[in-house]
């Protein structure tokens, strides 16, 4: 079952109907593989058998039945998350479906919740028991978190990949001008403090292209700053930044032709036209995005970066789970 019309909560809902229409769905998307071959007689095994163990309720494996294969010691079965994105984790497989779409479609925590929340009965595929119990397992939040992050790691893998695919992920170039702008993220550690959590992020956007980059600055000073447009933004391009001396080197080296708005006095610098508005507007779509309460780990945000950088790489997309799925399907090599 392919991907064909855009994922939508109805149509996930009959992919999650029971376990074994979620695998066949992620088999169809290349999420898990669809056969295993038996390693002593090399017979291809397609049909899977459910095995119950307490710790793992409805593992599904590939299993070889001939008598002659269990007993010799060649592999003659395979659990059908073995090698998958799956694999790390034990929740049924329509569950993180579930969270894998809440997490596209960008639903806080508190509504991811709700929609994956299941009885024990839907989540087991216990049909015996169906008439007993009817307590629903709320997902817990720590469950939401690391799967949100599982996800984001997808994000983050598709984006490297693509930009090194591009050759280096350097934007502008001869005859193109480059916004750039550095901002702080985090909030103020008091109100009126000038002690400040957070994270200097230094970005890019290519008027001509509309492409972007983004960096976290280890510090605010010149050779930080330099560094970071040398390995973002090609040689020859026009840079318009702020008035911050920080940038001053970077003009006269000669790579690069720089012009500069003072933000104290205008937005529009009245005599080149200078302005850096649409990297100011990416900061501010960047900052409504991200959690308020975003983790102080560095890793973490830069995760929540690159998941932006991907949800805008991707902003024209109709199906941006399906392109979920592709992503997270090629990180570990399509089956
Ligand atoms: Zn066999």
Redesign the pocket.
């Known amino acids: 079952m392919a991907v064909s019309k855009p994922m939508n909560w109805r149509r996930l809902s009959r992919v999650v109907v029971d376990e074994m229409t979620c695998i066949t769905f992620l088999q169809g998307v290349c999420m898990l593989r669809q056969n295993f071959k038996?390693?002593?007689?090399?017979?291809v095994?397609g049909e899977l058998r459910v095995i119950t163990r307490p710790s793992r309720p409805n593992e599904y494996v590939f299993q070889?039945?001939?008598r002659?294969?269990?007993d010799?010691r060649?592999k003659?079965s395979m659990s059908l998350r073995e090698g998958s994105w799956f694999a790390g984790h034990h929740l049924s497989l329509r569950k993180t479906l579930v969270l894998m779409y809440c997490f596209v479609r960008k639903l806080c925590y508190d509504d991811a919740i709700i929609e994956s929340s299941m009885s024990d009965e839907e989540d087991n595929d216990d049909t015996e028991g169906a008439a007993a119990a009817t307590r629903v397992v709320k997902t817990s939040s720590e469950t939401i978190s690391d799967l949100y992050t599982y996800c984001r790691e997808v994000c983050s893998d598709a984006i490297v990949h693509h930009s090194r695919q591009n050759g280096g992920s350097k934007i502008g170039g001869q005859g193109m001008t480059v916004e750039i702008d550095e901002s702080k993220f985090g909030r103020r550690k008091y109100n009126r403090g000038r002690v400040v959590e957070g994270h200097w992020v230094v970005g890019g956007i290519c008027r001509e292209t509309g492409e972007i980059f983004l960096e976290i600055a280890e510090s605010r000073d010149a050779i930080s700053l330099e560094d970071i447009i040398r390995r973002n933004v090609e040689t020859q391009s026009t840079i318009i930044t702020d008035c911050w001396r920080g940038y001053d080197q970077l003009g006269r080296s000669g790579d690069y032709e720089r012009l500069s708005v003072n933000h104290s006095q205008n937005f529009v610098d009245p005599l080149t036209g200078a302005h850096t508005q649409n990297i100011e507007n990416t900061w501010w779509q960047i900052k409504r995005q991200l959690p308020s309460t975003h983790s102080r780990n560095a890793n973490s945000f830069d995760l929540q970066l690159l998941e932006f950088m991907w949800r805008r790489h991707n902003k024209a997309s109709d199906d941006l789970f399906a392109v979920f799925l592709k992503d997270a399907a090629s990180l570990y090599g399509t089956f």
């Open positions: 038996c390693g002593h007689c090399h017979r095994i070889c039945t001939r002659i294969c269990v010799s060649r003659s």
